[in-house]
């Protein structure tokens, strides 16, 4: 049996004393005790920000790449490897502003991983700037007389595109958001938690701002329809759902079809490599019918 | 001696790339060394665009630019290229009548006999074949073989316009054309620098690409992609070159050997990832077709400008290795050699290419299968207790495994890290990383092949190129030794780091060759081996080099 111990990281924590992302770090450690995935059956990707220094703090695979680009490097991890659970953990600023193409790509590709975005509506490492889901009006360290241009509506975005599995949670919430990381990562397919994370220190809103205006999603939320669950996903002011949003069933378009049995097994090394004979096969096509004929005939002894 | 230049010329979408390629591959398939490539603008429809087939007895890889026959598909086309046809040679039109004309209304054949205009490519190869003195079989072999797949009512038909095509021109052959192509013994594979590329990734157990439209680099993906589940390759278009590059570099971490392929303005968004790949050491093989450049450039055209960016790419210090391969069956080579590479030190490793090499069809009599190589470097996980993904080690290269592959942790980041993949700040430890990354340097440098050595020994001048146009250096330069010159060739192919080379001789003068306008080669040489140039042959006005061009320009300056 896998133990909250077992994810136990040596690595110095970097982010500030109090920080909601604690609580997102504690809610992915029980989700996968939860899950009984043990630490080499992980991968953790990530990008640039606090959210993306999460992987330092989780003992498992990692790979932490560049800022925004944390969706292509999974998508590829989960095409090669589909016997090991790809989660993307990234940021407002990451996913949603430098890497925006990928977010929406990624809707159309449902690529077999979960995708964890810590979201506190405020640039965090760079001390202070707007970020792509910061309120209209807010000041920030930037934005002197307040942000002028609208917040992008992620969760709205992810399913009008008929991402299979969207959800909100709160890094407050910690039974909650726990019960959410673990129906995520047990999806097959693209699976999208937004988790709200307040930021005690750039925030545009303190902890109780949020927690006045969250509540879950009523038991009877049928996340199947489309239509309510866009309606409930732009629903942000005086009151803030959280839970799943919307799911389908549809399966991961892309998978590592090649790729399903372990490439690491000795028997199946041939296979990283296509034969001479295919090669050659394939090189035939770049000579005439009659001269491959010919060649054919000549490899069995005919001529 | 057989050294023939045809030029089939016309608008986009008239199909000179059908007619061309359909005689290309006759020649080829009658034991012809044929050497074919295009040159034509950006736009699906309209504009002046040729398709250059040259067919010879002697292998000659390049291109000639006099033409002994030209095809007109419109009278654009026919203004346009016509100062290239010799004073002998023969022009094959639609309309125009006189002495050395052979009148061939396609179209109305194509209407008439056929019913439709579009089977007015085929009458048009089928007269070719007839002016060139191909056997008419050798012609309808090759249709039946490019229509495969299509209806036998089809392949007929495309035969019959072949033949109405070919007996047309017949008749008005006699004592106009001279020419005779019969069949010869020999076989060739005819094959493109994209094609061949796209199979020496393939070889080197390439299982994954992801790349961004973009010519002149299209072709390798699209190649892949068709025939993706016989090589069990996974194809994925990007929805930009920066993500073509991370799931490259995503795959190549997770165990597989990648690759990705664009062009210029491409490759500029993929810089960030290529540093990405220096930092996290991640082998990834990028193919960088130039075309010219800056920006937009002429996007369907050729030029060697990005060489000194290729040697830059990324921010920081980091080693990596450019390739230029010089034709198609050096780039099948080539590239299996950057993978084996880039996986043994842990590097991005980027192929040249460009328009020129990218899309023309060469000869080539045989590829060296049998020196093909499965080459592996990942650690055995059983020896490794305290795994550290980024062991400082005295070569600079340290253990890889993959996620997933044991119960070792497989943790890389791209900021600075430890010996374990965690972000370090420890300023020391930052400095031995440096270090040890760029120790890769030194035993990579060893690998790297000297550069081509052709009649340099009795040389006075020595042309000094790199790249795809090795063959037109060639054969100027046995051009310039038959006029009484002593003149030879130093070829680069394998170009950063370069090899470990001493240039031979301090009398002799060395003139670069280069398609580009700052002699970016030029400024390599000279930081790297001090030397000095006496003279540069550039060429930067879209078009590949060839050999008149090189010795115009060392004639006449």
Known sequence: ?303 | MIDLNIVVSGAAGQGIQTIGYVLAKTASGAGYNVFAWQEYESRVRGGCNSYRIRVSDIPANSPLIQADILVALNAESKRKYRPLLKAEGVLIDEQETGERVITVPFEQIAMEDFGKKLFANTVAAGALAAVLGLELEALTEVIADEFAGKSDEIVDTNRAAAAAGYSRAKRSCEGVCAWTLPRRAQTHYLITGNEALALGAAAAGCRFIAAYPMTPSTGIITFLSKHKERLQIFTEQAEDEIAAINMAIGASYAGVRAMTATSGGGFSLMTEGISLAGMTETPVVIVLGQRPAPATGLPTRTEQADLLFAVNAGHGEFPRLVFAPADPKDAFHKITRAFNLAEKYQIPAIVLSDQFLADSNSTVADFELETLRHETYTAATAEMVDYRRYLLTETGISPRLFPGQSQQLVCCDSDEHDEYGHITEDLTLRKRMVEKRLRKLEGLRDEIQPPEDYRVREAEDVLVSWGSSRNAVLEAVDRLNEQGNAVGMLHFTELWPLPRFTFPDEQQQYHLVESNATAQFGRMLRSEYGLSVTSKIARYDGLPLDYEYIMEVWQHG
């Open chain 1, 1 to 303: 049996m896998v133990e909250l111990d077992d994810y136990q990281s040596d690595a110095e924590n970097q982010w500030c004393p109090g920080c909601s992302n604690f609580g997102i770090l504690k809610a992915m450690k029980n989700a996968l005790v939860a899950l009984d995935k043990r630490p080499d059956e992980i991968c953790l990707v990530s990008g640039i920000g606090q959210a993306a220094k999460l992987p330092h703090y989780l003992r498992c695979n990692f790979f932490n790449g560049l800022h925004g680009r944390a969706l292509p490097i999974a998508t590829a991890i989960s095409v090669v490897s589909p016997h090991v659970t790809t989660i993307v953990v990234t940021g407002d600023g990451d996913c949603y502003g430098e890497g925006g193409n990928h977010f929406v790509h990624t809707f159309r590709r449902n690529p077999d991983l979960t995708l964890i975005v810590h979201n506190n509506q405020i640039y965090g490492l760079t001390k202070g700037q707007a970020s792509p889901t910061t309120d209209a009006g807010e000041k920030t360290r930037l934005q002197f007389e307040g942000v002028k241009i609208r917040p992008l509506q992620p969760l709205a975005l992810a399913i009008l595109h008929d991402c299979p599995f969207v959800a909100r949670g709160f890094a407050g919430d910690l039974k909650h958001l726990t019960e959410l990381f673990v129906a995520a990562i047990q999806f097959r397919g693209l699976s999208y938690v937004d988790v709200i994370q307040p930021c005690i220190t750039w925030g545009t809103h303190p902890i109780s701002w949020y927690r006045d205006r969250i509540y879950h999603l009523p038991p009877g939320y049928n996340p199947h329809d489309k239509d309510t669950a866009l309606k409930k996903a732009t629903e942000w002011g005086e009151r803030i759902p959280i839970g799943i949003f919307y799911r389908t069933e549809e399966p991961p378009h892309l998978f590592g079809e090649y790729f399903r049995a372990s490439i690491y097994d000795g028997a199946l090394t041939a296979l990283k490599y296509p034969s001479r004979r295919a090669i050659a096969e394939l090189l035939g096509q770049f000579k005439t019918a009659k001269q491959r004929g010919e060649l054919e005939r000549a490899g069995r002894g005919e001529v």
